[in-house]
């Protein structure tokens, strides 16, 4: 009988005291590692701010998914079944979120999202979620603004064909830009590419008004730079895989001017939370924000905020509960997750200008 006290006590010990342990799935290390250091940056300060939910404390297990597809899966898998962990924050890709989301589908365990804007992340899954804008509107928003702002009326279209990122977003500038009455011609490239002569010689001698470069900043980078020797002065269009410090350090002034879509910026500061978030930052790293700082900040938040409309730390409740989080005040603005398990959210233009992302506009797709 003493034993079996003993043996309770230790139970409602472990249960009592037991803290909430969410997964953090992210590119460290390998080719868009500056991705996932901003992200685990605004993660890191988010949990600063808000260590716990429903008076338990709250442990993130940072798992490197190396910047690959197939360790994107593994270390969703590693985190689950080695961390036991009952939600998970990541990835950044979306070429690594739906590896990774397939995963934790399969084993049902919530996985948001920060910045993986393909739709197909979410698609027919119930414990995949993001609290980023989806590709239709941003690729939406860029021809929009490629149209109106730029006034330009044949673009240039550079796709990766091994980011499904890249393909999807191609796909829907492509589709509102001749919906506005614009023309588009393709040129196709792949990660890890260096030269970009042959594309660029091809897509200049078709005299086109903007260059659209739906890829990551390593390559962006690379494309500005020769674009420039090459000759061409008019303006250079992005996604949001191009806002990274290493964008700059890497194109130069042949990156200045370079507009890009993206989640965030200091400047354009949507709700309270926007400036608390900023200050609160700059105290802690020294330097202004970025929109993967932001997003992973706003990540842990709304997690946490399901964790909470849930009342318990059960997988299946706190999957249900993301898409109930509704009129959230984040540091990117207002968040509203739908019933697809997707963000509604305008999309912010920033440009390089003297060296440093600048607040352009802001672009609300749905009202055009």
């Not at 001698?205 to 962006?220: A, C, H, R, W």
């Not at 690379?222 to 420039?228: I, K, N, S, V």
């Amino acid at each position: 009988m003493r034993k079996f006290f003993l043996a309770m006590v230790l139970v409602l010990s472990l249960v009592l005291f037991a803290n909430i342990k969410i997964g953090v799935v992210l590119p460290m290390t390998g080719g868009i590692a500056a991705f996932g250091d901003m992200t685990w940056k605004g993660i890191e300060l988010a949990q600063e701010m808000y260590p716990e939910v429903l008076g338990e404390k709250i442990d993130l297990v940072l798992v490197d998914n190396r910047s690959e597809k197939t360790e994107a899966a593994n270390a969703v898998s590693r985190v689950i079944d080695k961390e036991k962990v009952v939600a998970i924050i990541g990835e950044v890709a979306s070429a690594h979120s739906l590896a990774g989301g397939a995963v934790a589908e399969r084993k049902r365990i919530p996985m948001l999202t920060s910045s993986s804007t393909n739709p197909l992340v979410t698609n027919r899954k119930k414990y995949v979620s993001r609290v980023c804008f989806i590709d239709p509107y941003q690729g939406a928003a860029a021809a929009i603004f490629a149209f109106k702002n730029l006034n330009a009326r044949k673009a240039a279209v550079f796709i990766d064909v091994e980011q499904d990122y890249s393909v999807g977003l191609a796909n829907f500038f492509k589709k509102k830009f001749q919906e506005l009455g614009g023309n588009y011609f393709i040129e196709f490239f792949k990660t890890g590419d260096q030269e970009f002569s042959a594309q660029l010689t091809d897509a200049i001698s078709k005299n086109p008004d903007v260059l659209y470069i739906t890829g990551y900043y390593p390559e962006i980078s690379l494309f500005a730079r020769q674009a420039r020797m090459l000759g061409f002065n008019g303006p250079i269009l992005a996604g949001d895989g191009a806002e990274a410090p290493e964008l700059i350090k890497i194109g130069g002034d042949a990156v200045e001017g370079l507009y890009y879509t993206t989640h965030f910026h200091p400047k354009g500061a949507a709700t309270e939370m926007t400036k608390v978030f900023v200050e609160k930052f700059k105290e802690k790293f020294g330097f202004e924000p970025g929109a993967l700082h932001a997003l992973g900040f706003d990540a842990y938040l709304v997690l946490r905020k399901a964790i909470e409309i849930a009342g318990k730390a059960d997988p299946k409740a706190i999957a249900v509960a993301i898409r109930q989080v509704k009129n959230f005040e984040g540091a990117t603005g207002m968040i509203t997750i739908n019933k697809n398990g997707d963000a509604e959210k305008s999309v912010v233009i920033d440009v390089v200008k003297n060296g440093e992302f600048t607040y352009v506009t802001t672009v609300n797709p749905a009202a055009e």
